[in-house]
């Protein structure tokens, strides 16, 4: 589809500033939302980004200048309904992107009013968004960030969202079956459910995408200006964890690795979550379909990730340690974990691997801030139990 009307829903966010640019670039009418949640929360425990960006409003004023682009912006909370009706009632989408969520599993876990809030900012905003679709324009697809996480690690391979089940001489496709290890990851199991329920009853467009852990921060677009960068977290919180290696390996802080470190994963280049979305987006699901993507380019160990920042930190001389401390979580240490992940594959993706070259560009654009290091943020030690 050309020519889209994009509403990016958590506009302001890690992922969902450089999805804006991207959309833009590329002669999307582009609309973001935010309500400054990261910011505030980030201030509040004292875990700011690495890198102070411009607001949104300030952002997408350097984008007009570098750019000659515009982006309409409105500052709000999705989970108000008549707020977020009014932005689809003005702009009738195509497409809405929804990035809008609590998106931190540690911070879902740290108290009973952040849990609360967890609930209620991720379960009201999906559902606001199938209202606000099936009331302003049922045509409209619904593209929202999953987690693999929603899976768990089970001991069966990972198939992208659907399980065909032969039971007792019958068959039949369900969700596959889905473990969540937060509170944060229970949400987003809900999240699935919603948006499933009402593509059952409304006949709605969705792809679900189910993103592994994503690192990195360069992108084309934030390459034509500094200021244009997204933000880098690498706190407990909000930070994922190959960001948060690097930043420990400059700031001469131990690799804090939770256990055994033998947990595995599928993660993901920032750049390869932009051209994922924007696949999706321009070959959209199709009436009454719920599509399911597993959002992921490579499957690493914690171990296997220390190690290689170790690799890369020696070559700007630094030697870091691994210190392999109780693990905070209930999760597995070693299991098995095979995620199938060909969809996204068959739509377009070019992934960007996790080469050397790779990490020293993180390594050298972490330095250049070294300054911004918080060593207290680091590590917070919030406990699942």
């Given at each position: 589809?050309?020519?889209?009307?994009?509403?990016?829903?958590?506009?302001?966010?890690?992922?969902?500033?450089?999805?804006?640019?991207?959309?833009?670039?590329?002669?999307h009418k582009v609309?973001?939302?935010?309500?400054?949640?990261?910011?505030?929360?980030?201030?509040?425990?004292?875990?700011?980004?690495?890198?102070?960006?411009?607001?949104?409003?300030?952002?997408?004023?350097?984008?007009?200048?570098?750019?000659?682009?515009?982006?309409?912006?409105?500052?709000?909370?999705?989970?108000?309904?008549?707020?977020?009706?009014?932005?689809?009632?003005?702009?009738?989408p195509d497409a809405?992107?929804?990035?809008?969520?609590?998106?931190?599993?540690?911070?879902?876990?740290?108290?009973?009013?952040?849990?609360?809030?967890?609930?209620?900012?991720?379960?009201?905003?999906?559902?606001?968004?199938?209202?606000?679709?099936?009331?302003?324009?049922?045509?409209?697809?619904?593209?929202?960030?999953?987690?693999?996480?929603?899976?768990?690690?089970?001991?069966?391979?990972?198939?992208?969202?659907?399980?065909?089940?032969?039971?007792?001489?019958?068959?039949?496709?369900?969700?596959?079956?889905?473990?969540?290890?937060?509170?944060?990851?229970?949400?987003?199991?809900?999240?699935?459910?919603?948006?499933?329920?009402?593509?059952?009853?409304?006949?709605?467009?969705?792809?679900?995408?189910?993103?592994?852990?994503?690192?990195?921060?360069?992108?084309?677009?934030?390459?034509?200006?500094?200021?244009?960068?997204?933000?880098?977290?690498?706190?407990?919180?909000?930070?994922?964890?190959?960001?948060?290696?690097?930043?420990?390996?400059?700031?001469?802080?131990?690799?804090?690795?939770?256990?055994?470190?033998?947990?595995?994963?599928?993660?993901?280049?920032?750049?390869?979550?932009?051209?994922?979305?924007?696949l999706s987006a321009?070959?959209?699901?199709?009436?009454?379909?719920?599509?399911?993507?597993?959002?992921?380019?490579?499957?690493?160990?914690?171990?296997?990730?220390?190690?290689?920042?170790?690799?890369?930190?020696?070559?700007?001389?630094?030697?870091?340690?691994?210190?392999?401390?109780?693990?905070?979580?209930?999760?597995?240490?070693?299991?098995?974990?095979?995620?199938?992940?060909?969809?996204?594959?068959?739509?377009?993706?070019?992934?960007?691997?996790?080469?050397?070259?790779?990490?020293?560009?993180?390594?050298?654009?972490?330095?250049?801030?070294?300054?911004?290091?918080?060593?207290?943020?680091?590590?917070?030690?919030?406990?699942?139990?």
């Amino acid at each position: 589809m050309s020519d889209m009307n994009v509403l990016i829903l958590g506009g302001d966010g890690y992922l969902g500033w450089p999805t804006a640019m991207y959309f833009s670039k590329r002669g999307h009418k582009v609309t973001v939302v935010d309500n400054y949640f990261r910011r505030y929360a980030s201030t509040e425990i004292d875990c700011e980004s690495l890198i102070t960006t411009p607001n949104l409003l300030q952002r997408v004023q350097i984008w007009k200048e570098v750019t000659g682009r515009d982006l309409d912006v409105h500052i709000g909370d999705i989970t108000d309904y008549e707020f977020l009706l009014s932005v689809f009632k003005k702009l009738c989408p195509d497409a809405v992107i929804h990035y809008a969520e609590q998106p931190s599993a540690p911070f879902s876990m740290i108290n009973r009013d952040k849990a609360a809030f967890t609930i209620k900012n991720n379960l009201i905003s999906t559902l606001n968004i199938a209202y606000a679709v099936k009331e302003t324009n049922p045509d409209c697809h619904i593209i929202k960030l999953g987690t693999m996480g929603e899976y768990g690690t089970p001991n069966i391979d990972i198939e992208e969202g659907w399980l065909e089940v032969n039971h007792k001489g019958r068959k039949d496709t369900f969700l596959f079956p889905r473990q969540a290890s937060s509170l944060y990851h229970t949400t987003k199991i809900q999240d699935t459910d919603l948006l499933w329920f009402y593509v059952r009853i409304w006949g709605l467009r969705v792809t679900d995408l189910m993103q592994g852990p994503v690192y990195g921060i360069h992108t084309d677009e934030s390459e034509i200006d500094k200021r244009l960068c997204t933000i880098f977290h690498y706190d407990e919180i909000f930070g994922t964890v190959l960001n948060r290696f690097i930043v420990q390996a400059i700031a001469g802080y131990p690799l804090t690795i939770y256990g055994k470190g033998g947990q595995t994963r599928g993660y993901l280049n920032l750049m390869d979550t932009l051209q994922c979305v924007y696949l999706s987006a321009i070959q959209a699901a199709k009436e009454g379909e719920m599509r399911v993507f597993n959002q992921v380019t490579e499957v690493f160990t914690v171990n296997e990730l220390a190690l290689k920042v170790q690799v890369a930190a020696a070559k700007f001389g630094y030697e870091v340690k691994v210190n392999n401390i109780e693990n905070p979580r209930r999760e597995k240490e070693e299991h098995y974990y095979n995620p199938k992940y060909t969809g996204l594959l068959d739509l377009g993706l070019q992934p960007h691997y996790l080469t050397e070259e790779t990490l020293e560009s993180l390594f050298k654009t972490a330095e250049k801030y070294k300054e911004n290091i918080n060593r207290n943020a680091i590590f917070r030690g919030v406990k699942w139990g």
